[in-house]
């Protein structure tokens, strides 16, 4: 055997041993391969359930928002037929209150300390 002969024959070990190293490394790395593939078509259907659920958020948000808009316009009516009527209110009873003061002032023998506030002491 000549050593070209013996090179050659080295050689083609050493291919024939990459390609049964190769192969097994294929037979090993395939399964794996397949699972991601499988792991990747639930990784979709994830995705696209994730999507319906976000289109119903936002309708569900859409609704929401009418109703908050819906909701304040009542409470703004609310507040616009109520507010005038309780400001009228209010300054009726201030004059009430200020016409009382004035005619205690004017009845003789009648001071402050004879006419007191509900939870206030008597002079």
């Known amino acids: 055997m000549t ?15 990459l390609t ?30 994730l999507h319906d659920v976000t289109s119903e958020l936002e309708a ?3 609704d929401v928002r009418r109703v908050e808009e819906r909701a304040a316009g009542v409470v703004r009516g609310v507040i616009d037929r109520v507010e005038p009527p309780l400001q009228q209110l209010t300054a009726v009873l201030s004059g009430v209150a200020a016409a009382i003061g004035a005619i205690s002032r004017m009845l003789p ?6 006419i007191a506030r509900p939870g206030e002491p008597r002079e």
Do not use: D
């Open 3 to 17: 050593l070209t002969q013996v090179f050659l024959l080295v050689i083609t070990l050493c291919v024939v041993t």
């Open 60 to 62: 569900m948000v859409k």
């Open 109 to 114: 023998g009648m001071g402050r300390s004879e």
């Open 20 to 49: 049964v190293g190769m192969m097994l490394l294929i037979l090993r790395v395939l399964p794996l391969v397949r699972g991601l593939g499988a792991l990747t078509e639930e990784g979709r259907a994830l995705g696209r359930r």
